[in-house]
Antibody, heavy 122, light 112 residues
Framework: QITLKESGPTLVKPTQTLTLTCTFS??????????VGWIRQPPGKALEWLAL?????????NYSPSLMSRLTITKDTSKNQVVLTMTNMDPVDTATYYC????????????WGQGTLVTVSS | QSVLTQPPSVSAAPGQKVTISCSGS????????VSWYQQVPGTAPKLLIY???KRPSGIPDRFSGSKSGTSATLDITGLQTGDEADYYC?????????????FGTGTRVSVL
């Protein structure tokens, strides 16, 4: 059974750096073909893809072109965790942040975490 | 701003059919698999369709997907009140070196 869960601060101040952790079980990020992505959703708005890391992270990770300068995605396979950092947070970054399991080459996210709401406010 | 365009809303009476379109381009839909997600407000998205037209276990055959050229379509037949939700298409885009995943603008389905 594959599960994912996001954790991190619920409130950050403008200009601060956000660090979110995705802790998963039921699969390994050392298995070929496996990836974990981050997707966010501002209140009342559409899904926005942020970043993705694959099992072969030294070769393949992707970022949203519009946010690339602010994002870093890393993995800790021993802890079954993926960490996303986003710098210079702004109120427009207020959103529910999801992590999800992705299959390389197929593009689908079959398993999602419950999401964590992050509010950016002073 | 998403590169995949969907109608903001569609509606129909119970038992009827709705069709949701997802319009893209040669760098995304035309050359890559399309997925569809259902999101009931306040919950995480749920995979409905993968590889253009396949259903995960547990998804009823009332939901079907197809793709033609730069567009994809999700059909929901025998509409039920429980189908009221937001629906998103997804794929990835190879117009840039980063190959980002992309989601559609989303469609709200209402049952009249």
């Amino acid at each position: 059974q594959i599960t994912l869960k996001e954790s991190g601060p619920t409130l950050v101040k403008p200009t601060q750096t956000l660090t979110l952790t995705c802790t998963f079980s039921g699969f390994s990020l050392t298995t070929p073909g496996v990836g974990v992505g981050w997707i966010r959703q501002p209140p009342g708005k559409a899904l926005e893809w942020l970043a993705l890391i694959y099992w072969d992270a030294d070769k393949r990770y992707n970022y949203s072109p519009s946010l690339m300068s602010r994002l870093t995605i890393t993995k800790d396979t021993s802890k079954n965790q993926v960490v996303l950092t986003m710098t210079n947070m702004d109120p427009v970054d207020t959103a529910t942040y999801y992590c999800a399991h992705r299959r390389s080459g197929y593009g689908d996210y079959a398993y999602w975490g419950q999401g964590t709401l992050v509010t950016v406010s002073s | 701003q998403s590169v995949l365009t969907q109608p903001p809303s569609v509606s129909a009476a119970p038992g009827q059919k709705v069709t949701i379109s997802c319009s893209g381009s040669n760098s995304n839909i035309a050359n890559h698999y399309v997925s569809w997600y259902q999101q009931v407000p306040g919950t995480a998205p749920k995979l409905l369709i993968y590889e253009n037209n396949k259903r995960p276990s547990g998804i009823p055959d009332r939901f079907s997907g197809s793709k033609s050229g730069t567009s994809a379509t999700l059909d929901i037949t025998g509409l039920q009140t429980g189908d009221e939700a937001d629906y998103y298409c997804g794929t990835w885009d190879t117009s840039l070196s980063a190959w980002p995943d992309v989601f559609g603008t989303g469609t709200r389905v209402s049952v009249l």
